[in-house]
């Protein structure tokens, strides 16, 4: 059985950091892209960052410079590093996997993954 799990979410302050991890298991191949998406209650679900089995990295305009997706294929691991967090990144972080639609292109941000994990919480004050 195919599984995601975040792990790394916490409270801190603006300015502050937080690595976000997501471990990968059951997979026979690993899965070509993977992501970082976030959601607020009341909100629509939003794409933070997205890497590619052969590094290709897509970033939403909000994080760029402050965050860093990465990924280590042999362990199935994918990170992401938020620094100079603000409050307007607190949010349900969730990892993704096996994207199926929209994965690199232009469309990034509206990638369709079928394979998701519980979410690890992320809330920053002011």
């Known amino acids: 059985q195919v599984r995601l799990e975040e792990s790394g979410g916490g409270s801190v302050q603006a300015g502050g950091s937080l690595t976000l991890s997501c471990v990968a298991s059951g997979y026979t191949s690993s899965s070509y892209w993977m992501g970082w998406f976030r959601q607020v209650p009341g909100k629509e679900r939003e794409a933070v960052a997205v890497?590619?089995?052969?590094?290709?990295?897509r970033a939403a305009d909000s994080v760029k410079g402050r965050f860093t997706i990465s990924r280590d294929n042999s362990k199935d691991i994918m990170t992401l590093e938020m620094n100079n967090l603000k409050p307007e990144d607190t949010a349900m972080y969730y990892c993704?996997?096996?994207?199926?639609?929209?994965?690199?292109?232009?469309?990034?941000?509206?990638?369709?993954?079928?394979?998701w994990g519980q979410g690890t919480q992320v809330t920053v004050s002011s």
């Open positions: 993704a996997a096996d994207c199926r639609q929209y994965c690199g292109g232009v469309n990034w941000s509206k990638g369709l993954y079928i394979t």
């Open positions: 890497i590619a089995l052969d590094g290709s990295i």
